[in-house]
């Protein structure tokens, strides 16, 4: 495939200048091993962004996370 306008695409930037993106002796091995959630710059899910500058774009990170601790006790 390819990224251009007007496709929808399912794609993942990480934020390689994160502490656990380095030593790059092996980008791929880096993004494997060592970059997980939190490494997440941004995504796109069916062309839709999801996650802007690791921050989401449609809910409140702080609000789901009350809500699940929430859910957590019963």
């Not at 390819?2 to 091995?29: Q, W, Y």
């Not at 069916?46 to 957590?72: F, N, Q, Y």
């Amino acid at each position: 495939g390819s990224i251009e306008t007007g496709k929808r695409a399912d794609l993942v930037v990480f934020d390689g200048n994160r502490l656990e993106a380095t030593p790059v002796h092996d980008p791929a091995a880096n993004l494997i091993y060592s970059l997980g959630p939190r490494s997440v710059r941004d995504m796109l899910v069916d062309g839709e962004l999801l996650v802007r500058e690791s921050k989401l774009t449609r809910d409140d990170e702080a609000v789901l996370a009350r809500r699940h601790r929430t859910h957590g006790r019963h």
